[in-house]
């Protein structure tokens, strides 16, 4: 899929919108490497805005967890990149996630108590959704570097979790 693509479907998903087919093209590996950084990064600021307003030590705790791996792989991929000396490369899927997580991060901003926690955990649970899809149809297919491809494995291995924890934590909610 085209990246500006991509980013659309994504953005879109997230706030629950049928996207429209898509033509086939593929994003560089320097592409990749920003759009997976930039999605750990969203997270991250997320996780942080939930451990600031929730009161739910669930909620707290699976945000801690969100800050703890999503650093801790974005760290990963910048010792990758330094050491194939490849430049992150912004691009159209960047900009579209990070303005669609930044709209999203206003509106969780304006919730308190339960309303924000049940609010938070939804986002979660659709953002991991898109990224892990995204990962499995189209990152992980696209890179042409093996160790790019391996952390890009390893990094689903990792958010599918988040993903299932999230839905455990939804659960609890209710």
């Known amino acids: 899929m085209h990246t500006r693509q991509i980013a659309t479907l994504t953005a879109l998903c997230m706030f629950g919108f049928t996207p429209l087919a898509w033509a086939a093209d593929k994003p560089t590996d320097a592409q990749i490497a920003h ?17 600031s307003k929730s009161k739910n030590k669930e909620v707290v705790a699976f945000a801690e967890d969100m800050v703890r791996d999503h650093e801790a792989v974005n760290k990963q991929a910048l ?4 050491k194939l000396k490849v430049t992150p490369e912004d691009n159209d899927t ?6 669609a997580a930044t709209d999203e991060r206003a ?7 339960a309303s924000f926690d049940k609010a938070y955990v939804a986002n979660e649970i659709a953002y ?17 570097n093996g160790e790019l491809k391996e952390l890009l494995q390893t990094g689903l291995k990792v958010f599918q979790g988040h993903q ?4 455990h934590v939804a659960a609890d909610l209710k």
Do not use: C, F, M, R
């Open 164 to 167: 299932q924890h999230a839905e």
């Open 107 to 113: 509106k969780l901003a304006k919730l308190t108590g």
């Open 128 to 144: 991991h959704k898109q990224v892990n899809g995204a990962l499995e149809t189209l990152l992980i297919p696209s890179a042409s």
């Open 35 to 51: 759009i997976a950084y930039t999605a750990g990064t969203i997270d991250v600021e997320a996780a942080k805005l939930a451990i």
């Open 94 to 99: 960047s900009k579209s996630l990070t303005k």
């Open 79 to 82: 010792a990758l990149v330094k």
